[in-house]
């Protein structure tokens, strides 16, 4: 059985979110393997410098459109883009002391599990999807949410006639005596 029109925009949707999230992976790995080989003996240093400077600038490039387009689904490491920044270029990294760069190596397997954990779960939201279960993308509810402009117009009108209907209850009943003067000129004593 085909998908329905609803169940197929939410495939796009989680299908697009995987595809983002798992082109962030594939660069966030390059990132570290640039950063890796830049001590290895032979390592063309110049060109490894160009790689970094060019992957740093895509994965902030991505991370932004991840994040706006993931929105609640987004839950990678708030750090992520903290490593990226502060990694100004591969010689002031291993300049620094051992200790440093293990800080940075053990941040970036951090982020890594982070980035993964938030794959997989697109990727259980997507299959799910596909198999037809109902899944919950809390923006898309609250766009559901809001009433149209007719929806608006016809429950202002139903709420005035409501009010005007206990006014003239209330006007009627005359509890207390309280409304008489207005009770006596429409009802009578």
Known sequence: ????????????????????????????????????????????????????????????????????????DYSLDPNTMNIVSGATNLE????????????????????????????GMLQDKLRRVQAGEKVIVPELMKTRAAASPATKNLMIVVGLFAVLGLLIGLIYLNPGGVLSMWHDPLFGP
């Not at 796009?12 to 962030?24: G, I, K, P, Q, Y």
């Not at 051992?98 to 993964?116: D, P």
């Open 92 to 119: 002031a990294i291993y300049a620094q002391s051992e200790v440093a760069v293990k800080k940075l190596q053990n941040e970036w397997h951090r982020s890594f599990i982070t980035i993964n954990e938030c794959l």
């Open 1 to 72: 059985m085909a998908p329905s029109k609803k169940q197929q925009q939410m495939m796009d949707l989680f299908a697009r979110r995987v595809e983002l999230c798992h082109e962030f992976l594939n660069d966030w790995l390059l990132f570290n393997n640039i950063m890796s080989s830049y001590p290895s003996p032979g390592a063309n240093k110049a060109q490894l410098e160009n790689e970094f400077l060019k992957i740093k600038s895509k994965l902030a490039r991505e991370h932004r459109v991840l994040k706006e387009t993931l929105q609640s």
